[in-house]
């Protein structure tokens, strides 16, 4: 699913390149915005204490650091701390999250 212009999502097909879910399609993709905003984002899993798990975040523009900052889910509570809006950010940290405990749960370490 594109996102890139809030409020107005396309399902996947030919409007939807390969790079854009890697960052970096601002140019290459016509609906990328215009606007003076990243265009990529990284997460790390800095700590997992079993309770919460610490993550770090970079956002790039140009393959350079725009923002960064830290974020830490709860698993009991199903939230992250702190809180944020639901955007497209938060839709990422989620399946960043979503996607590492599953790959621990099949690794047997959970």
Known sequence: MCLAQPGHPVE???????LCNLGYARGACARFPSTDGPDAVRFAIARD???SLQIYYVLERGHHPFDHGQIEYRREEDAFQPAFPATAF????????ASYLHRKRDAGSE
């Not at 996947?12 to 390149?17: E, Q, V």
């Not at 938060?90 to 999250?97: G, K, L, P």
Request: aromatic residues 6%.
């Open 49 to 51: 204490d079993g309770r």
């Open 90 to 97: 938060n839709d990422q940290v989620r399946a960043y999250v």
């Open 12 to 18: 996947p097909g030919d409007a939807c390149l390969p």
